[in-house]
């Protein structure tokens, strides 16, 4: 079973700019998450989608970021425009389903540097 | 606000000997426990979860749970300098099935 695919792996962007991540998760998995990661800290959750619906999205900075899924597979999440404060691994990760267990598995992030 | 306490570390263990990692949680109402393994520079990945009081194995991995005093361990048999990494504990919230999470204790396996 292939695992949650993720690019681009780096991005070196300079501030203001905008950017764009991709993410297509586990076959079958109906939960969605993007998640901010910054050095020593542990996961942050940007924004959390059930099929092509948003479930949460409290913690995502509206102003520079955004982010969809279509047909409720694929998923993008754009930031745009983009400030020194926002260099850190985002995470994309699938569930199975939004409830039970909930076992999440991530893809390999995305490194961003902002300059 | 719910919060997952970890001691950052690092912790470090002779190769051979048990590696012992603590997580603590401030919502009383959760049911399931998670913990992740990230070596530097990757993914979380998840290494097993608990819910239920008391212990779980899996391999050279066993995690314990007390929900009494909030308290979840994960316990490392006979250590590996390939368990070296940083281990997340994550908490479910029953309220909208989303994971908190701590911010990891610093494992070093010394040969």
């Known amino acids: 079973e292939a695992g949650v695919a993720q690019s681009p792996r780096y991005k070196i962007i300079e501030k203001r700019q905008s950017v764009a991540f991709w993410c297509n998760p586990i076959?079958?998995?109906?939960?969605l998450y993007w998640y901010q990661q910054i050095l020593g800290q542990g996961p942050k959750l940007l924004i959390q989608f059930q099929n092509n619906g948003v479930v949460d999205d409290s913690q995502l900075p509206k102003d520079r970021f955004s982010a969809e899924r279509l047909k409720g597979v694929d998923s993008t999440l754009k930031i745009q425009p983009a400030k020194l404060e926002d260099s850190a691994v985002y995470l994309c990760?699938?569930?199975?389903?939004?409830?039970?267990?909930?076992?999440?598995?991530f893809g390999p992030g995305t490194r961003l540097t902002v300059t | 606000q719910k919060e997952v306490e970890q001691n950052s570390g690092p912790l470090s263990v002779p190769e051979g000997a048990i590696a012992s990692l603590n997580c603590t949680y401030s919502?009383?109402?959760?049911?399931?426990f998670f913990w992740y393994r990230q070596y530097s520079g990757k993914s979380p990945e998840l290494i097993m979860f608990?819910?239920s009081n008391g212990d779980k194995e899996d391999g050279r991995f066993t995690a314990q749970l007390n929900k009494a005093s909030q308290y979840v361990s994960l316990l490392i048999r006979d250590s590996q300098p390939s368990d070296s990494a940083t281990y997340l504990c994550?908490?479910?919230?029953?309220?909208?099935?989303?994971?908190?999470w701590g911010a990891g204790t610093k494992l070093i396996i010394k040969p």
């Open positions: 076959s079958g998995h109906a939960t």
């Open positions: 994550a908490v479910k919230q029953d309220s909208n099935y989303q994971l908190i």
């Open positions: 919502d009383r109402g959760s049911q399931s």
């Open positions: 608990i819910y």
């Open positions: 990760a699938s569930s199975l389903v939004d409830r039970g267990i909930n076992e999440q598995y």
